[in-house]
């Protein structure tokens, strides 16, 4: 039987209209949460919301593109009219611009960091206010590929940026009582992956120790024991979820 409190909890998960976001939004919807399904693409967003179960418990989509201040302020304006509060919130939203170092574009650059990196940098700051009244918590996305992957320089400096960001985070507001962390999976069976080529992603599944794919539940998971208070000795954490790919 859940608390009132935890009936009343809120989280904005970004990149909530497809795979792992919609994985965390479904989760965090089953855990009680009221969530706010926030996505640049609105249509995905309600489809999700709907297929998630959050209809009619107060969850709701919300139009979101994290590369923009401005949308970040109004989304946070918007939660301090209607919620009230925010608990938890999930930097999640992600593309790819997949090419080799000497290919890349200055467009394929700025666009993965503008959403991965920026995106993430501008949410916490948009949220922090609201995080510090609730003592809520920050989960960030990174990825197996912020050691480095071939033909993702973009993502990769991007991922390992959201390491370093995070753990900032952590250590300022420690002392607030706001938490952040991040969650590196390996490869997850996503339309992310929809892309990769059947003889890349057969190479990797040599690699990893569990010989699969994540599925998107997987991760979120792990993404809803670092936003509960299960965690609330954990900050400034990189938590693999990879298979056994990576060395502790
Ligand atoms: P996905 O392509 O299935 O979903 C990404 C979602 O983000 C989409 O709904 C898209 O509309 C949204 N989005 C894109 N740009 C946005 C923006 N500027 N503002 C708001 N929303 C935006 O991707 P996924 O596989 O579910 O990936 C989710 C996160 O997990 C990403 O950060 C990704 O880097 C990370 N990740 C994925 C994998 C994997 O193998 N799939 C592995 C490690 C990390």
């Known amino acids: 039987m859940m608390t009132t409190r935890e009936q009343k909890r809120v989280a904005l998960v ?9 994985a965390i939004a479904r989760r965090l919807v089953s855990d009680g949460w009221t969530v706010l399904f926030a996505d640049r693409d609105f249509a995905a967003a309600g489809s999700a919301c709907s297929e998630a179960g959050g209809a009619g418990t107060g969850s709701r989509p919300l139009t979101l593109d994290v590369s923009r201040r401005e949308e970040w302020a109004d989304a946070v304006q ?3 009219d209607r919620e ?12 790819t611009r997949d090419r080799t170092v000497e290919k890349l574009t200055d467009l394929d650059w700025h666009q993965v960091i503008d959403v991965h990196l920026t995106g993430t940098w501008l949410g916490c700051q948009a949220a922090l206010p609201l995080l510090r009244e609730s003592g809520g918590a920050i989960v960030n996305l990174s990825s197996e590929g912020r050691h480095g992957s071939f033909g993702q320089a973009n993502y990769s400096a991007a991922k390992a940026g959201v390491v370093g960001l ?3 985070i952590a250590l300022e507001q420690a002392r607030h009582g706001v938490r952040a962390n991040a969650v590196a ?29 994540a599925q998107p539940a997987e991760i979120a998971a792990v993404v809803a024991f670092l936003g509960s208070e299960q965690s609330s000795y954990i900050t400034g954490q990189v938590i693999a ?3 056994g790919s990576s060395h502790p």
């Open 166 to 168: 995070t753990r900032t």
């Open 14 to 22: 970004t990149g909530a209209g497809s795979g792992i976001g919609l």
């Open 185 to 213: 999976p390996g490869p997850v069976d996503t339309p992310m992956l929809a892309g990769v080529p059947e003889d890349v992603v057969n190479g990797w599944l040599e690699q990893i120790p569990l010989r699969r794919l």
């Open 84 to 95: 009230a509060r925010l608990d938890l919130l999930v930097n999640n939203a992600g593309i």
């Open 241 to 243: 979820v990879d298979g």
């Open 78 to 80: 918007d939660l301090r």
